[in-house]
C-alpha cells in the first residue's frame, strides 16, 4: 500500500489507508514522541547498553521514501546489547528533519539504527544530527555519492560504514517503548534516542535535503508511558 508524507495519503491518513496499518496505530503505543529531560525518570536500576560495532560494507537501496543501508554478509558483525539481550543490526536508513525532539528541540536530521533479537523483537537506535564545517565522521564512507544521487543508485552501491564513528560521543540516552515511524507502524519497539547528536557536513546534509526531502512522521501522543534517561 502506497503512503506519503504529504497530499491525502499524508501521516494523519494512514490509518485510514488500510486495516493492516490502522491495526498497527491501534495496537501499540506510537512513535515518534517529545524527549524531555524534564518529564523523564531515572532508571531504578540502569540498564546497560553496549555496542559492538565495526567497519561493515553495506549495500544501500531507496525505498519507503529514503535512502536504506543493508549489512552484507555476517550479520553478526554489528551488535547491540541492552540489559543483557542481543539485538543485530538490521538496517540504518534516514529521516528529515528529525521525527524525535529532544527538550522542545528539532534537528536536520535523523539517523534509524533498526536492530532485531533472535526471537524478532525491534530496538531502533535514534541519533540526531546537525551540520558541522569540519569534515566529519560520514563523508569518510563515500556517503556523499550516496546522499547526491539515492534514487538513481537505488539498490547496488556498496559503501564501507564504520557503525561506531555514526554514534555521539556522550552516550547519555532516552529509553522507551514505541512503535516503528512508517507504516505498518507495529510495535512495541524498543527505542534508544541518544541526547547529544552527531554531526554531517553541511554539504551533505544540504543533499540528503535535496534528494531525500520530507520524511519525517510528526510527533505522537505520549499516553501513559514513561520515559527514561541514562545517567
Ligand atoms: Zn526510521
Redesign the pocket.
Known sequence: MDWYYEGERKPENWKNICEAFKKAENTSLQSPIQLCEKTTEKFIYQKSLATRYQLTQFETSFFNHTVHLTPLANEELNVLFFDYKKYILDDI?F?LPSEHQINDESFPLEM?LVHRSRDNELLVVGITVLPNKEPANLEKYRLDSLALNPRISGRGLFVPVDVAKLLPLKMQYFHYTGSL??PPTIGPVDWIVFKNQTYMRKGLLRAFKENVGKTNRPLQPLRNRTIYLSD
Open positions: 536508513h529521516h534509524h515511524t512508517t
